[in-house]
């Protein structure tokens, strides 16, 4: 008989746990990706112009920056659940007050309580590394990173074209206000249960102000450099004390018994090519989605390159290649068995580099160019979903939601230093007879994610094997 219920159990207890914590990070995935294609709706919404505008995604990853490693570091100390639940409730506060907003000053202040959005994977992951053995735990974490790309492919693919059905934004809006409340209401059910291992140790408050600053600075100065200038003296101001910030959040670190981020863990040969990869990931798939659909928007007999797709056409071009990545993530854990999850993130990094050397090799031909973004998004699904599950294996186990939110904050700030850096080259390099960007820009773009995918599968192989 206690055979039988311990079978049952080994079988019911991951799907019980595993349900709930899809739906919310599809939520996660969905609410992010939507802001993207709502960007022209809710500008005319709040009649602002197309500069302020791009502070409503500067924002949340600004708040997202600071929010997920102090919520991560508070699961591991007080319950992933319990802080889940406060996420939610931040989230679904902050998306009301965006659907009410009359001003754009308003509505960035939702932006800012949304930004704990971000930390449902790295909450979520904590509870499946405490609750699962680690068979049912890579699968798991695969299956969540899985749902995240799908969650971000649907909010961007409908949430523009639902906007214009209903009229504007705000029907979207407040659309997304009820999912986050559902997903509170979800949260709030017995259904799931509260972490088991808890961490021991307080809140480092200092780290977290100090590392908050330094990630703000940072990122800021970097989206402000890419609207305003790189020699604008705020933007200039900015990316002088980021370092300094980030120092002396490390000094504090070092000297801390309880960090809010154990930085000599993340300098361990365990886990720290991993992170170093994270950041690498965040510059190839998020800095690179503004490129992409830039280049297929472009006429080719105005600029002399692309493919001239009209707006609905993009989305789901570039929803494909994100599907594919999707359904990659969903079997990397048996991929990582198979291989073991270094070989499988070096085959990950290498398909990455190819793709982009085959879209460098075929952009004057549609059906090339997309055949390397389709084999890069292959590569991609493998490395974000396989990433997270070496650094949480390599960290102690009471801090796996902690850990999973560097990883998620480094690919963030990797992405978000990408862009600008795309943003500014873009200005650069431009065909004198059009002024629009010059082919060499992409190029040089492609190019440097290539690189970067290479540097990354030769980094992964310093980790331990599997």
């Not at 979520?124 to 969650?151: C, E, F, H, N, Q």
């Not at 190819?354 to 075929?362: K, M, P, R, S």
């Amino acid at each position: 008989m206690s055979t039988v219920v311990a079978r049952s159990m080994s079988v019911s207890v991951p799907s019980a746990l595993i349900g709930p914590l899809l739906v919310f990070v599809l939520l996660d995935g969905f609410i992010q990706g939507s802001v993207v294609s709502l960007l022209p709706a809710i500008r005319d919404t709040l009649h602002t112009g197309t500069g302020p505008a791009m502070w409503i995604t500067a924002t949340q990853f600004l708040s997202a920056a600071v929010c997920v490693p102090v919520f991560g570091r508070l699961g591991d100390l007080h319950g992933h659940r319990r802080i889940l639940r406060v996420a939610l409730g931040t989230v679904t506060v902050g998306c009301l007050l965006c659907a009410l907003a009359p001003t754009l000053g308003v509505f960035l202040a939702g932006r800012v309580l949304i930004g704990p959005i971000s930390a449902t994977l790295p909450l979520s992951v904590g509870l499946v590394r405490d609750r699962l053995d680690t068979a049912a735990s890579r699968r798991g974490v695969s299956l969540l990173v899985a749902a995240l790309i799908l969650g971000a492919t649907a909010g961007t693919a409908t949430a523009g074209p639902l906007a214009s059905v209903a009229g504007g934004g705000r029907t979207v809006l407040w659309s997304l206000a009820v999912l986050a409340a559902v997903g509170l209401v979800l949260a709030l059910t017995p259904r799931i249960s509260e972490t088991g291992r808890l961490a021991s140790g307080r809140m480092d408050w200092t780290g977290a102000v100090l590392l908050g600053l330094g990630l703000t600075l940072l990122l800021g100065s970097a989206a402000q450099g890419a609207a305003h200038g790189w020699r604008a003296p705020p933007v200039l101001v900015g990316l002088l004390l980021a370092p300094v910030a980030l120092g002396l959040w490390v000094r504090s670190s070092l000297r801390s018994s309880e960090p809010l981020v154990d930085v000599r863990a993340m300098a361990g040969r365990a886990i720290a090519p991993a992170f170093a990869c994270g950041f690498a990931a965040g510059v190839v798939v998020l800095g690179g989605q503004g490129v992409t659909v830039a280049f297929l928007d472009a006429v080719p007999e105005k600029a002399g390159y692309g493919f001239g797709l009209p707006q609905w056409q993009i989305g789901l071009w570039i929803a494909v290649p994100a599907l594919i990545s999707f359904l990659t993530a969903g079997a990397s854990a048996a991929v990582g068995r198979r291989l073991g999850y270094r070989a499988m993130l070096t085959v990950g990094f290498l398909l990455m580099a190819a793709g982009f050397g085959v879209e460098i090799a075929g952009h004057a031909v549609m059906a090339t160019w997309y055949a390397g973004h389709l084999l890069a998004g292959v590569g991609i699904g493998l490395a974000v979903s396989g990433l997270p599950t070496v650094i949480t294996e390599g960290s102690p186990r009471d801090r796996a939601a902690s850990a999973t939110a560097v990883y998620y904050n480094l690919k963030t700030a990797g992405g978000s230093i990408a862009g600008a850096a795309a943003a500014a080259l873009f200005s650069g390099l431009l065909t004198r007879s059009t002024h629009q960007p010059a082919l060499a820009a992409y190029l040089l773009l492609w190019g440097a994610c290539g690189a970067l995918a290479l540097v990354s599968a030769a980094l992964i192989r310093l980790t331990p094997r599997t």
